[in-house]
């Protein structure tokens, strides 16, 4: 899909400061002279942000795997219609807060028969990929004490066994491997400028 601007997503575990390190890259973007806009997922128009509260909210809904992953890529569609693909053809830096490789994480581990959905759905439904992401690593103790520290964070890290929470964790850093051209791993556990700092670097090799 041929467009004008920049796509870049931002993926990890809950706590690794995904949204901290989008916050400080479209600050120092901006200071470039780029012309950035800020989404993140489920949400980033209004009926993706309609079907987050739908998706979030553990104590009203029990969705199968299945259906959860459909409303998912539901919200998903909507935000790229909505929101990304016009900024991208206008020539604006997308900058968001996760997208399809956090489905491949949380709703194909272990079920692979819904990981070959994934990969169909986004081949032939979202049908647009991410020019650059970046994988955001930081242990699980600490991202557990961030989770729970906050009012917004996600349930499903508290509720995650310690083996079912390095999955998760070693199922972000695998996305390296499976996309080597566009994913790159930044551990967080380093100063917040540093990690910024690494960021913005790789950031302006592809816009340069």
């Not at 890529?73 to 900058?95: C, M, S, Y």
């Not at 759905?121 to 989770?147: A, G, H, M």
Request: contains cysteine.
């Amino acid at each position: 899909m041929a467009y004008k601007g920049k796509f870049i997503t931002f993926e990890g575990i809950d706590g690794a400061g995904k949204s901290t390190q989008v916050k400080l890259l479209q600050q120092n973007l901006n200071s470039k002279g780029f012309d950035c806009i800020v989404t993140r997922e489920p949400g980033g128009s209004t009926g993706s942000e309609k079907l987050r509260k739908i998706l979030v909210d553990k104590n009203k809904y029990n969705w199968s795997n299945l259906s959860e992953l459909l409303l998912f890529f539901a919200a998903r569609k909507d935000h790229v219609e909505k929101t990304i693909l016009p900024a991208l053809n206008d020539g604006k830096i997308v900058i968001c807060d996760r997208f399809t490789d956090s489905t491949r994480v949380y709703q194909s581990q272990g079920k692979q028969d819904l990981g070959e959905l994934i990969e169909l759905l986004q081949s032939k439904v979202i049908q647009l990929d991410p020019d650059l992401t970046f994988i955001l690593r930081i242990n699980s103790e600490i991202s557990l004490q961030r989770t729970n520290s906050r009012q917004d964070g996600d349930w499903r890290v508290s509720s995650l066994s310690s083996e079912r929470l390095m999955q998760v964790i070693n199922g972000f850093s695998d996305l390296t491997k499976q996309f080597p051209n566009r994913c790159f791993e930044i551990s967080t556990e380093t100063s917040l400028e540093e990690s910024a700092k690494k960021i913005l670097e790789r950031t302006m090799e592809i816009l340069e």
